[in-house]
């Protein structure tokens, strides 16, 4: 089943591999002629907004006593509070962020591909199976939240 040995890759390596392919793809030829623009400043934000989040998520995993790693047959809780209530994949959201950052600091137009990319892993690979897995532990209390909170913002 492909989206299993996709979900076999961390999605923070799905994120490192989408800037190193599309940085590989702005120093080829055609490609390499594109400006680079001056964005580091932005970039750094966004890098550092992204980190955040990413790393106040996985504080609220760690609390809760709960599994990080997406494709954990079980989790030990639903979090839902913090982070959480603004999103329901604050993680993913960071992924895809860092990814735009990576893309901002380098300033090479090309690289937009790679949120692009990484938004379209989380979204229809991970971000389904995880969804199935916390739909089956905690049915009523999962619904209750999806239409509270948002997948994304």
Do not use: H
Not at 32 to 37: A, D, R
Not at 80 to 92: D, K, S
Not at 119 to 139: D, L, S, T
């Amino acid at each position: 089943e492909e989206p299993a040995l996709v979900r076999n890759v961390p999605p923070p390596l799905w994120a490192l591999l989408l800037l190193a392919a599309t940085y590989g793809l702005s120093l080829l030829p055609g490609l390499n002629t594109l400006p680079i623009w001056p964005t580091r400043p932005l970039g750094l934000s966004v890098i550092v907004g992204a980190l955040a989040i990413l790393f106040g998520a996985m504080l609220q995993f760690r609390l809760n006593n709960t599994q990080l790693m997406p494709n954990s047959p079980t989790n030990n809780a639903l979090v839902t509070g913090g982070i959480f209530g603004i999103t329901r994949n604050p993680m993913y959201l960071a992924m895809t962020l860092f990814c735009l950052g990576g893309a901002l600091w380098l300033g090479r137009p090309i690289m937009l591909l790679a949120p692009v990319l990484m938004f379209a892993v989380a979204n229809w690979v991970f971000i389904p199976f995880e969804e199935a897995k916390m739909r089956r532990q905690f049915p009523e209390t999962f619904d209750a939240y999806c239409k509270r909170v948002r997948r994304w913002l």
